[in-house]
């Protein structure tokens, strides 16, 4: 069976740190789909062919999919984009950086991203489309939720559990046996020290709960 072309969904900052990701594991995407940047435009020498609608037009027995967008704290944008490529039948790869640590019996679900530094010790289960980021520290028997994002240098100490959609920000610490509750935000440099409801926002060390001021 001939080898699937990769199409990449998404073409911001993110999208670039994946690029060299795939690129210095010797992948190479073949297409970026992105309505903000005009077609014919290239991303890191990678095409710019239109938005997703250009999955319409081809076939899942031909491209894989790579999850190229970011996160900020409540965006639905990663989540919306997995789940439009899974209902046209398209897979999405797990990218794993070279320079990572996997210790033993770790599981990846589809379309997880480990990113540069990023250290997962045994027993850890990641599920799908889920983003551990640069330097992420991430300790034995850890379970992190789908749709979750976490952010540069955060650390989750051992038997941690994330709920799906949960984000937790860059440099925070969650320390041994804590739950974050489904679609939690955890601010940077927050030092969790006790389980987190779902929904609620938690900043500071101890952290604690705020009022999650929407616009």
């Known amino acids: 069976m001939a080898e699937l072309q990769l199409a990449m969904l998404a073409g911001g900052g993110h999208a670039r740190v994946l690029l060299d990701a795939l690129e210095r594991s010797g992948t190479r995407v073949s297409a970026i789909l992105d309505p903000a940047i005009e077609a014919g435009q290239q ?3 990678v ?11 081809v076939s899942a027995a031909d491209y894989a999919l790579v999850n190229g967008a970011g996160a900020l704290p409540r965006s639905t944008l ?3 984009l997995f789940e439009r490529g899974k209902q046209s039948g398209f897979p999405f790869i797990t990218v794993v950086h070279p320079a990572t640590t996997i210790g033993h019996q770790v599981d990846l679900m589809e379309g997880v991203q480990i990113m540069a ?6 027993g850890t289960r990641v599920h799908a489309n889920v983003v551990i980021n640069t ?8 379970e992190i939720g789908e749709h979750v994002f976490v952010g540069p240098g955060a650390i989750l100490c051992g038997n941690v559990r994330v709920g799906p959609q949960a984000f937790i920000g860059a440099g925070a610490v969650v320390l041994p046996g804590t739950e974050i509750g489904v679609g939690a935000v955890i601010g940077a440099g927050a030092i969790v ?14 952290a604690v709960e705020k009022l999650d001021k929407k616009p």
Do not use: E, F, M
């Open 78 to 80: 990663r989540q919306r």
């Open 47 to 57: 095409p710019v062919v239109g938005d997703d609608s250009w999955l319409d037009a």
């Open 135 to 142: 330097g992420v520290r991430v300790d034995h028997d850890c």
């Open 117 to 122: 530094g990023a250290i997962l010790q045994c």
């Open 43 to 45: 991303v890191c020498g």
């Open 193 to 206: 020290t006790k389980n987190v409801r779902d929904g609620a926002l938690v900043i500071g060390n101890p």
